[in-house]
């Protein structure tokens, strides 16, 4: 395919080389030089202020990817085929495809200023996906199988790239153990928490776990083994290492012997990334600290993250990131509603809009998390099963990827979360039978 374009920008460039992997096998040419693209026999797109020949796939291009700096969009929805579609455009294709997508993953709107959540993120509240109602789906991928029908019509020789279904089954562990290996000064404290509740059931489980007479309610990693080998997973296991306890920040110490045993039984196995704590992101020398320390207890170089209560803030998080190592995170989705963040069932490179460059960072986005549909939806199990399937069969029906979040104490014993380990049982072992 020939691309011809009177501008070039490092914009154009990244969502060229962004559709490209998506839809074709071989990289788009491009080319500035008009009556070389005029004579070109083969597939050409035009993306310019006019067209060039009746044998060419036209769009009239929105001024966006040209642009530099951060400014104000003027954003009019409207619909093409049901689908939700922005920067209107003439031509062959109803909107700048390639814009509209640039806004919705180099997350544009979260440069601007914005009055934060109760944990300092931007909220999904202000985003154009979730006024525009489109949250819950993978709408850049949607885009992109009609953007490849329009130009089958106008082409009939291309031949698209054939993509797989996939599915990225991912854990955090901030809080490896209920009550194993805290010490006695945070044990004695959860003693006294029960009393004054009147929780008797669980100082009595605390009681029986601390003295070896039954599993810490939270274990459920033999489990999980057993489920990855019988459906042939392989799973991605982040783990906080925050060596201060407070806040959020409430893991078992990494100077426990038995967190060091846990982290490196599963480096062994899976790929285990670092789960950067919420005081690593007042201070980017804490999280060095974290990362140095996962590479010390694993032998390996860390090079996968995902941020702890998906704390982020753009560019800063994601520079921090990057100087550190971290090659590929998981970050990308909301810690209050599951939802396609950035529009797209697809990993990508981070563009930084403040430095105008395409990174090295590649992203993987996530659209399920367990904590949004327990704490924040209030979900049952049922419910939540239903939720997360609905998400499986919309990405699977462009082939695109499926990256979800899990916490071990959701699998373990805990009355509180009874029911959700029979949920995800039923989902990754079905799974198998569905993608046959």
Not at 66 to 85: H, L, M, P, W, Y
Not at 206 to 228: A, G, I, T
Not at 318 to 334: C, H, N, T, W
Request: hydrophobic share 40%; charged share 25%; glycine share 6%.
């Amino acid at each position: 395919m020939l691309f011809y374009s009177e501008l070039v920008s490092p914009r154009l460039n990244y969502m060229l080389d962004m559709v490209s992997s998506e839809i074709f096998n071989e990289p788009v040419i491009q080319v500035s030089d008009k009556d070389a693209f005029i004579s070109y026999a083969g597939p050409k797109l035009n993306y310019s202020s006019e067209r060039l020949s009746e044998k060419e796939f036209y769009i009239l291009p929105h001024s966006l990817l040209f642009e530099t700096g951060i400014c104000e969009q003027q954003i009019n929805r409207f619909d093409v085929s049901g689908k939700a579609a922005f920067f209107q455009s003439t031509g062959d294709f109803p909107f700048d495809l390639f814009a509209a997508a640039f806004y919705l993953v180099s997350r544009y709107e979260e440069y601007f200023s914005f009055e934060p959540d109760k944990y300092g993120r931007f909220p999904h509240e202000r985003s154009l996906a979730y006024k525009e109602d489109f949250l819950d789906f993978p709408l850049i991928n949607y885009w992109l199988e009609d953007f490849k029908s329009a130009l089958r019509t106008k082409f009939p020789e291309l031949i698209f790239r054939m993509k797989d279904f996939k599915f990225i089954p991912s854990y955090d562990i901030d809080m490896a153990y209920s009550y194993k290996h805290k010490g006695l000064i945070r044990n004695l404290g959860g003693f006294c928490r029960s009393v004054i509740k009147g929780e008797w059931s669980y100082l009595l489980d605390r009681w029986d776990v601390l003295f070896y007479k039954k599993k810490d309610p939270f274990d459920s990693y033999e489990w999980l083994d057993s489920l990855h080998l019988y459906c042939r997973t392989r799973a991605y296991y982040f783990f906080l290492l925050a060596k201060k306890q407070s806040g959020v920040d409430k893991n078992i110490s990494p100077a426990k012997p038995s967190m060091r045993t846990l982290i490196a039984y599963h480096s062994g196995g899976y790929t285990v990334g670092i789960h950067p704590s919420w005081q690593s992101g007042d201070e980017e020398a804490i999280l060095m600290e974290e990362v140095d320390l996962l590479a010390e207890i694993t032998g390996l170089p860390v090079k996968y993250s995902r941020q702890h209560y998906i704390r982020m803030s753009l560019p800063k998080t994601y520079r921090q990131l990057a100087d550190v190592g971290i090659e590929k995170d998981f970050s990308m989705g909301y810690g209050g509603i599951n939802g396609f963040r950035a529009s797209i069932a697809s990993s990508f490179y981070w563009y930084d809009l403040k430095s105008e460059r395409k990174t090295k960072l590649m992203l993987f986005p996530f659209c399920f998390m367990d904590a949004n549909s327990f704490y924040e939806k209030k979900l049952s199990p049922k419910t939540a099963f239903a939720e997360l399937m609905t998400y499986y069969r919309k990405i699977k029906q462009v082939n695109g990827l499926m990256v979800t979040i899990w916490h071990n104490q959701f699998f373990g014993t805990d009355p509180m979360f009874a029911g959700w380990k029979e949920v995800y049982e039923v989902f990754l072992k079905d799974q198998i039978y569905w993608d046959m």
